[in-house]
Every structure is written in structure tokens, then in C-alpha cells.
């Protein structure tokens, strides 16, 4: 298994929740990571980035809310979720691309992790 996420589970509205995407790539430090999310009879969006470089990006849904990360020794990119909102409910999936192309298409996915936000 190149990558997996964890961390996803039921929370409160409000809440926050961390998710991990943990990689068996070499060299981990030149993927670039994104984090997708898939709700029911929906189609699969980019919610944040993290680039081989450090630089992050965000949905404009998530901005502000979510924090991306990684960490290159642990091979891990990390998902941070605070003041969640009953539409960030959604399975939630990691992705690695090695260079050029679009995080849409990557090299790899992991499976996803479900997160549900309630009132």
C-alpha cells in the first residue's frame, strides 16, 4: 500500500479532527500531497494541497478552517479540521503526485477515511 489515511471519524459540529495520510513513497519529499473529499453523490474535490516545496493551498470552502502539513522524515502529510460544518461530511482521501501533471491525477490515492460532522 503506497498511501494511507487515517483519523477520520464522527465529530460535532464545531469540532475538529485530524487526519493522517501516511506514504511508503521514495523520495516521500518530492511528492507533492493533496487531501479530496467525496460526499454522496458527489464528485471527488480538492479541498487543500501541500506541495514538495512546503507551499499550501486550500479550497475557498475550507480556507481558514483547514490546516495542511507534512512531515517528510515520517513520510506523513496531515490534515488539520477545526470549526467543522455538517457539509465537510465526506470521505476523505489522500493523494501523491511525483511531479508535473495535476493532483486530479495522481500517481497514487489512498483509501479513504469517512468523516461525519453532526448536530
Known amino acids: 500500500v503506497q498511501l494511507q489515511a487515517f483519523g477520520g471519524g464522527l465529530v460535532q459540529a464545531g469540532g475538529s479532527l485530524n487526519l493522517s495520510c501516511a506514504a511508503s513513497?521514495?523520495?516521500?519529499?518530492?511528492?507533492?500531497m493533496g487531501w479530496f473529499r467525496q460526499a454522496p453523490g458527489e464528485q471527488r474535490d480538492l479541498v487543500a494541497a501541500i506541495l514538495s516545496g512546503g507551499d499550501a493551498s486550500f479550497a475557498d470552502s475550507v480556507n481558514g478552517r483547514f490546516a495542511v502539513s507534512r512531515d517528510n522524515a515520517k513520510k506523513t502529510a496531515y490534515l488539520r479540521m477545526t470549526r467543522l460544518k455538517l457539509e465537510d461530511t465526506a470521505v476523505y482521501y489522500c493523494?501523491?503526485?511525483?511531479?508535473?501533471?495535476?493532483?486530479?491525477?495522481?500517481?497514487?490515492w489512498g483509501q479513504g477515511t469517512q468523516v461525519t460532522v453532526s448536530s
Open positions: 513513497l521514495r523520495p516521500f519529499s518530492r511528492y507533492h
Open positions: 493523494a501523491a503526485l511525483l511531479a508535473g501533471g495535476s493532483l486530479y491525477e495522481p500517481d497514487y
